[in-house]
């Protein structure tokens, strides 16, 4: 069972930056293909970005390519995701997620494992 634990989230105005850290449980870290989904209230979750397991591999949703980045430290058995300027539509609770294996995936039921989320709330 792998345990995911998201932080960073927060307040920020338009234009802003963040990072999202994700923290895992357990030593299987490096076999798992990783992403990040975001979740508006009343609707389902949405793909953000995805990661292969050395990090060789990056997918993103269109709307946040050129501004967000997806990174990995498998050594530390954490994920990352720098946003750079955070537009007010950015407003999500983030999750963090795991598969199993180690393939790249957009679609959230292709994740065996989640983390609680964190709210990132963007104001003009």
């Known amino acids: 069972q792998v345990q995911l634990f998201e932080s960073g989230g927060g307040s920020v105005q338009a234009g802003s930056s963040l990072t999202l850290s994700c923290t895992t449980s357990?030593?299987?870290?490096?076999?798992?293909?990783m992403a990040w989904f975001r979740q508006v209230p009343g609707e389902g979750r949405r793909f953000v970005a995805t990661i292969s397991t050395i990090g060789g591999t990056t997918h993103y949703t269109e709307s946040v390519k050129g501004r967000f980045t997806i990174t990995r430290d498998n050594a530390a058995s954490t994920l990352y995701l720098r946003m750079d300027n955070l537009q007010l539509n950015d407003t999500a609770v983030y999750y963090c997620?795991?598969?199993?294996?180690?393939?790249?995936?957009?679609?959230?039921?292709?994740?065996?494992?989640w983390g609680r989320g964190t709210q990132v709330t963007v104001f003009s």
């Open positions: 997620a795991a598969r199993k294996t180690p393939h790249i995936g957009v679609r959230s039921e292709l994740f065996d494992y």
């Open positions: 357990g030593r299987t870290f490096g076999s798992h293909a």
